[in-house]
């Protein structure tokens, strides 16, 4: 998934984050303030029906009751919300952190964030429900992509400044990394979905060989499974179960890719053509013939196509401008999730315009 914040990086302590003691992270590490329950009745915080925060780079949702969406305030000020099944609401964010570039879900209290701190360092973080824990300290590098399956079971892709892929895991006790056999040097990881402890998939983009490429973890090691047309970017993955997986992103600038797993293996899938041409950036599967893709067209608006179990068709997508800008005409869309059949997908309203989530009712997109 494609932020629009500045790209998060990892950094040179990442070589830490296998089992020396100062790279694990235990759930005493407590340091962020104490902000109310997530699910607590909602007062005065509650978030208004226009958005008045920054961008939104990413989201997730561990239930149709249980939905996060985060991102940042011009760089300056993170972004935080939360939906209970009944409002939204800003929450605070780590103590220092400007920045959040992924968030992960278990539960209303087992949510993961990674984060760019004051210091210019990427960090992950640990909320279980009453305050946020520091995690590892990654330095610089790509960003940080988060998935959550349970509370022993957690992962974190991107990349190191020495141009390794990253990947790492949570056992419920620490972080530690694990082999990526990502094509070659220079590659890092874009994208990570997980079902269950013995199946998980990322993606990842080719420095050298400039294409995108797909990794599944089948509970002991990952494997390469598939790489994407020359030139493809892939952004965005999402697993149904192991039979039902969908990659999107794009073989060129302004030309949709979308790729799907059927238990056996990848292949690319038609795409609607979109006038001028489009990229997705992420795509959400609630079931077998329910499935989202979410992202811009290159004339800068929101583009969004659903699988309807046949194929993919394009579906209307608005978001109400609220920005006075001039370049105002720069809304997109660039995180969607789905849980328990419910659809949900954020980005930004345009240039200076803020933040906005959309849901799915199962025939168009309403704004929230």
């Known amino acids: 998934m494609r932020t629009l914040a500045a790209a998060l990086v990892i950094a040179a302590g990442i070589a830490g984050c296998s089992s020396a003691p100062a790279a694990s992270f235990s759930q005493g590490n407590r340091h962020a303030s104490r902000p109310a329950n997530l699910h607590a009745k909602r007062g005065s915080t509650a978030v208004a029906s226009?958005?008045?925060?920054?961008?939104?780079?990413?989201?997730?949702?561990?239930s149709p009751s249980d939905v996060w969406a985060v991102g940042s305030d011009q760089g300056i000020k993170a972004v935080l919300v939360n939906w209970n099944g009944n409002a939204w609401q800003n929450l605070p964010a780590p103590a220092g952190v400007p920045q959040l570039s992924s968030v992960a879900a278990v539960s209303p209290s087992d949510a993961w964030t990674a984060a760019v701190t004051s210091a210019h360092v990427s960090q992950i973080?640990?909320?279980?429900?009453?305050?946020?824990?520091?995690?590892?300290?990654l330095g610089a590098g790509p960003q940080v992509h988060l998935a959550a399956v349970a509370a022993d079971d957690a992962w974190a892709v991107g990349g190191t400044p020495s141009g390794q892929p990253l990947i790492l895991h949570w056992n419920g006790q620490s972080w530690a990394r694990v082999a990526s056999p990502a094509p070659a040097a220079g590659d890092y990881l874009?994208?990570?979905?997980?079902?269950?402890s013995d199946d998980a998939w990322a993606i990842g983009t080719g420095a050298k060989a400039n294409t995108g490429f797909i990794e599944h973890w089948d509970g002991k090691a990952w494997k390469l499974m598939s790489q994407g047309p020359p030139g493809a970017t892939l952004t965005g993955i999402a697993v149904l179960n192991a039979g039902d997986a969908w990659a999107v992103g794009s073989v060129q600038p302004g030309k949709a890719l979308?790729?799907?797993?059927?238990?056996q293996s990848w292949s690319q899938v038609p795409v609607p053509a979109v006038p001028g041409g489009a990229d997705l950036d992420s795509v959400a599967v609630a079931a077998p013939d329910e499935a989202l893709a979410v992202g811009s067209t290159s004339a800068g608006r929101p583009v969004s196509m659903r699988w309807n179990g046949q194929a993919w068709l394009q579906v209307p997508v608005s978001i109400s401008a609220v920005s006075t800008m001039p370049a105002a005409n720069t809304a997109g869309l660039v995180s969607a999730a789905a849980a328990g059949g419910s659809v949900w997908a954020a980005g930004t309203r345009g240039f200076g315009g803020g933040g906005?989530?959309?849901r799915w009712d199962g025939t168009s997109w309403q704004q929230q």
């Open 50 to 62: 226009h958005f008045k925060f920054g961008p939104l780079g990413d989201m997730a949702a561990s």
């Open 125 to 137: 973080f640990h909320w279980d429900g009453q305050s946020w824990a520091a995690g590892p300290s």
């Open 190 to 196: 874009t994208g990570v979905a997980a079902t269950s």
């Open 258 to 263: 979308i790729m799907r797993w059927n238990g």
């Open 356 to 358: 906005v989530v959309l």
